[in-house]
């Protein structure tokens, strides 16, 4: 679903960028680039969350380095 949301993204931007030239495309872009926002929105919320769980920290920092 991720690769979906993606191409819709990619599509509707490029849909946007060729319309704003056009005559009266102006209106059809406002649309496009709402999808485009949309779509993005569904690929940022599906991404993992990669970082670092901090919630049980070592008291001791140096403990890596002195074998504990």
């Known amino acids: 679903m991720r690769v979906f949301s993606a191409f819709v993204a990619v599509a509707s ?18 649309f496009s680039f709402g999808l485009f926002l949309l779509a993005l929105g569904g690929v940022f919320a599906g991404l993992e969350n ?19």
């Open 13 to 30: 931007l490029l849909v946007t960028v060729a319309l704003l030239p056009l005559p009266g495309g102006v209106l059809f872009a406002m």
């Open 50 to 68: 990669r970082t670092v769980r901090q919630h049980d920290a070592s008291t001791d920092p140096r403990g890596w380095r002195d074998d504990s």
